[in-house]
């Protein structure tokens, strides 16, 4: 019998790649989205007819406990979170309830439904915030400089507590920065390939920019994912940090996504203080050595690839339907 896997989140764009990686090994995949009339399933179109969707909420413990119930899945990959760190400063209660307690009634539910499946909790980089090392890793303590950092804490504590307290098998990733193509206009990478794109095309004539100095670890979301499916296939839980172990500014993406078409950075790019954080979070790299050694994962796709990567599908995108240019 294949496994049976049921990830939420699954319209994102790590759940999109997840999918694919799982559908590649065999496995049912079953994701779960709300009933609402704005679901949009543009990353997992191409895959539709081999997945199965079941509906629930991370905000209703009773719909978690349907799903699973229903799917009677050997693994469950939490992806769902409200994760744009710039919103949470508006939604924090919102974004407070779906990505921090939300792992709790999930986490919940399982215990009720069947204890033996095998749980990954999507933790975060941002937890790290005010950096007390570098580079950061498993054992670095966490000082988060949003809510949203604030909500992944809490959903990274309460899945070690819960494999503490009853035994379970949950593993937390804390993933560093991880784009591609089908990442969001509204995160940084993709609203500089994008721009990139419209400006090689004379679409536009100037892109908008917070923080150039901002320094993250970025890697691709298509690697990361095999990193997750791994952490469940251990013979006991654990933690760990998924990072490139290099870091980059914002300057830098800048740099490399212009000359990627022949273009120079500083005669489109204007800093503008409404993209500016309230509570900056200056430097991220993590240190993937654990993941190396435990796992045998390391990243393939380098960042400048990935850069490269992500202005050639938006170039792709604005050539194929300039009407639909943001």
Known sequence: MAK???ITGITGQDGSYLAEFLLGKGYQVFGMVRRTSTVRYERIQHIQPDIQLVQGDMGDLSSLITALSQVEPDEVYNLAAQSFVPTSWNQPVFTGDITGLGVTRL????RTVNPAIRFYQASSSEMFGKVREVPQRESTAFYPRSPYGVAKVYGHWITVNYRESYDLFTCSGILFNHESPRRGLEFVTRKVTY????????LANEI???NLDSQRDWGFAGDYVRAMWLMLQQDAPDDFVVATGKTHSVQRLLEVAFAHVGLNWRDYAVQDPRF???AEVDLLIGDPAKAREKLGWQPEVSFEELIGMMVEADLKKLRDNPDQVI
């Open 4 to 6: 049976k896997a049921l």
């Open 208 to 210: 908008r920019i917070g």
């Open 195 to 202: 721009h990139v794109a419209k400006i090689k095309l004379e």
């Open 107 to 110: 986490l919940d539910a399982l």
């Open 276 to 278: 500016m954080r309230p």
